[in-house]
């Protein structure tokens, strides 16, 4: 089934570690996109790409980083993990970065940092 | 600042009623609205959408109407059943780089 893949499903971390999640599409989709979404708050972005080799700083950007060096895949990387970092975390991509179109989104990632 | 804002956390509906949810904004420059739905441990899934051109959008049960001199768009839900009980996020955007969510409203259908 063509879609979003996320790694990992869950993980606690350690604050001042490193974590990178993962996350592949197989759609062909040029953009790809994170969000956290936090109680209260909704969805926040954090990064995007329009297309491969090209990334971009959303609404939450601090303390995250990405990386897009092919089309399907799009790893956010958390140098030093702090506990208002907890959050569950959602890959999307759509068919262009552009105006209209939906966002097509993984499962999630739920990341605790203690 | 939250720029799409859905100030009813919570609905809850009998089986076969219409469901109304509602979002507001507060950025002009929004052109496309959409919304999505999402089950517990799941991501969240396009609904159903509308430009700033068009005032009515409708897809089987769902329709959405938006209201740009208001900034306010609502999401109606009818006949309502049990399977639409899930957390509807609002969206708005310029562009997909900057869409922004609202905090979500929490359906439930009661049978």
């Known amino acids: 089934i063509a879609g979003i893949t996320q790694a990992p499903t869950s993980q606690i971390l350690a604050a001042g570690r490193r974590m990178t999640l993962r996350c592949t599409q197989d759609m062909r989709h040029n953009a790809m996109y994170w969000y956290r979404q936090d109680l209260g708050l909704g969805l926040r972005l954090i990064h995007y790409s329009n297309t491969a080799g090209t990334t971009g700083k959303g609404e939450v950007p601090d303390g995250y980083s990405v990386s897009r060096a092919n089309t399907d895949d799009f790893p956010l990387t958390l140098a030093s993990a702090v506990p208002s970092q907890t959050s569950v975390y959602f890959c999307?991509?759509?068919?262009?970065?552009?105006?209209?179109?939906?966002?097509?989104f993984g499962e999630g990632s739920r990341l605790t940092v203690l | 600042d939250q720029q799409v804002k859905q100030n009813s956390p919570s609905l809850s509906v009998q089986e076969g009623r219409i469901s109304i949810l509602n979002c507001d904004y507060t950025n002009s420059m929004f052109d496309y609205f959409l919304w999505y739905k999402k089950y517990p441990a799941e991501g969240p899934t396009f609904l159903i959408s509308i430009s700033s051109i068009k005032d009515k959008n409708e897809d089987g049960r769902f329709t959405v109407f938006l209201n740009k001199s208001a900034k306010h768009l609502s999401l109606h839900i009818v006949p309502s059943q049990p399977g639409d009980s899930a957390v509807y996020f609002c969206a708005a955007s310029v562009d997909n780089n900057d869409m922004r969510f609202g905090a979500g409203t929490r359906l439930t259908v009661k049978p």
């Open positions: 999307a991509s759509s068919e262009t970065g552009g105006a209209g179109g939906e966002l097509f």
